[in-house]
């Protein structure tokens, strides 16, 4: 092949010699790294003057600073008259954003931590206040809040405009809520309109907190740099795609996963595609319709406690608790008060759709990072009576303690592409218990149909 010049990044060198071994070329020269104070250095060992330009970096590891290396590398060789530069990610970073925050192991978090905005100062400590919002309510429930707020700013004996400053040995106990209403620290004796404010900031929680979305972040880093083309497989989200101004193969990883569930599981003719979640069940219902396998498919559902609706609505049709002339909270002793309040806002019910028992189940995921939802539904497999379960993953990120949470797990095998490095993982699950697809010949063969102008449509389907 000429004219053709193929760059490894720092974040999976093997991944590239494997590539260029399919190619029959070899790696060119670069140098890379690091300054004493972090930044990266990169030196190119070879001309680039209108030559095909391939860069190869998976977003993996230290994300940012390999995110980082790409760009320069990529602007490295545009800015020396390369034709045309390709981004090649086999794992595209930040392609994933949770809907909710996440706390630093992984677990998604419903509320805002309780030590947030509290300074002490000598003997003294200061609430900050905290801005949040709440689903809006009607005209007859806002006039009964306002009422019981009134009446417990009063008794509290505060002023509005001036933060209250409390001693340290005062009892405070803030509220993670959500909604726009001040926290007001409870006193010893907690009256009526006291405990219907605590229990209104409790249970009013319905929007999500908003997360920073870097999808067009990103795009507009990777062009600005100079790429001209990107080439990935399996985001996590497809739309992703719609961020880029410049063409992007999403490569498909579903014709290995096919191979594999053919060639090394010998019961697969008996066994059932199941998806860990709905987001997965599209992906997982294709392998399934490929194999002739039965589908099945784990529902969570995380549903408030407090009924929504108007207010004059009627439990079945999902209103409130009918409206009384008196104060809600009257109407509960102490001790439920306590326990409707310290009792989660939330209820999260797992279930499973299909019939598993006596089944060897094949879970289909496309990233695994906390594996916090694979290992779950692991277990509720073999809860439901399945003889076996292996675990089919494009990308195996395994941050944290997740490699540790798989070993514990009831996933008998594992199967993960070599996307991201699996030294790892194979070290520490031990060789029987991991396989490792390889993906770099439908990257090859990409790189070769690309650079010769021929479609790839054929990888998205079969791969010879």
Not at 173 to 187: D, F, K, L, Y
Not at 199 to 222: C, E, P, R
Not at 296 to 309: D, F, M, P, Y
Not at 391 to 410: E, I, K, P, Y
Request: net charge positive.
């Amino acid at each position: 092949m000429n004219n053709i010049i193929i760059f490894a990044g720092s974040s999976h060198p093997t991944l590239v010699e494997k590539i260029c071994e399919n190619l029959s070329i070899k790696p060119s020269q670069v140098k890379l790294g690091k300054f004493s104070n972090g930044e990266t250095s990169i030196d190119i060992g070879e001309s680039v003057r209108e030559k095909d330009v391939y860069v190869i970096q998976s977003g993996c590891g230290h994300v940012n600073d390999n995110f980082m290396e790409l760009l320069i590398l990529i602007n490295a060789c545009k800015t020396s008259s390369a034709n045309r530069v390709t981004a090649v990610m086999p794992y595209f970073c930040y392609s994933r954003q949770p809907d909710i925050p996440y706390t630093a192991k992984g677990a998604p978090i419903i509320s805002k931590p309780k030590h947030s905005a509290v300074k002490e100062s000598g003997n003294t400590t200061e609430i900050g206040s905290v801005l949040t919002t709440h689903k809006p309510v009607s005209q007859r429930s806002r006039k009964s809040i306002d009422v019981a707020i009134e009446n417990t700013l009063s008794s509290l004996s505060l002023d509005r405009s001036t933060p209250r400053i409390l001693k340290s040995e005062d009892n405070i106990q803030r509220s993670s809520s959500n909604s726009r209403i001040p926290v007001i620290p409870e006193r010893d004796g907690t009256s009526s309109s006291e405990a219907a404010g605590a229990l209104f900031n409790t249970n009013n929680s319905g929007y999500k907190l908003w997360v920073a979305q870097a999808g067009t972040l990103i795009a507009n880093l990777l062009t600005t740099a100079g790429a001209d083309h990107v080439i990935t497989m399996d985001l996590h989200d497809p739309q992703f795609q719609g961020f880029f101004s410049i063409g992007v193969d999403n490569l498909y990883c579903k014709p290995l996963i096919q191979a594999y569930i053919q060639h090394r599981i010998p019961e697969y003719k008996d066994a059932v595609i199941v998806s860990p979640d709905s987001g997965g069940a599209k992906r997982s219902s294709k392998v399934a319709d490929a194999l002739g396998l039965p589908f099945a498919l784990i529902h969570k559902e995380r549903r408030s406690q407090i009924l929504k609706g108007p207010p004059d609505a009627t439990l079945a049709s999902g209103g409130g608790v009918p409206l009384s002339p008196k104060p809600l909270i009257s109407n509960l002793s102490g001790s439920e008060l306590k326990h409707s309040m310290s009792a989660s806002k939330f209820v999260q019910t797992t279930m499973l759709v299909g019939d598993v028992r006596n089944k060897v189940c094949i879970l289909l995921d496309d990233l695994v990072d906390t594996s916090y939802t694979i290992t779950r539904a692991a277990r509720l497999l073999k809860d439901q009576g399945a003889t076996k379960v292996y675990a089919v993953v494009t990308h195996g990120v395994f941050s944290g303690d997740a490699l540790n949470r798989v070993a514990q797990s009831a996933i008998d095998k594992i199967a993960v592409t070599n996307t991201v490095p699996q030294d790892e993982t194979i070290a520490f699950l031990g060789k029987n218990r991991v396989d490792v697809i390889d993906v770099s010949r439908v990257f090859g063969e990409a790189i070769r149909r690309i650079h010769n102008g021929e479609s790839i449509s054929m990888l998205f389907e079969y791969v010879t």
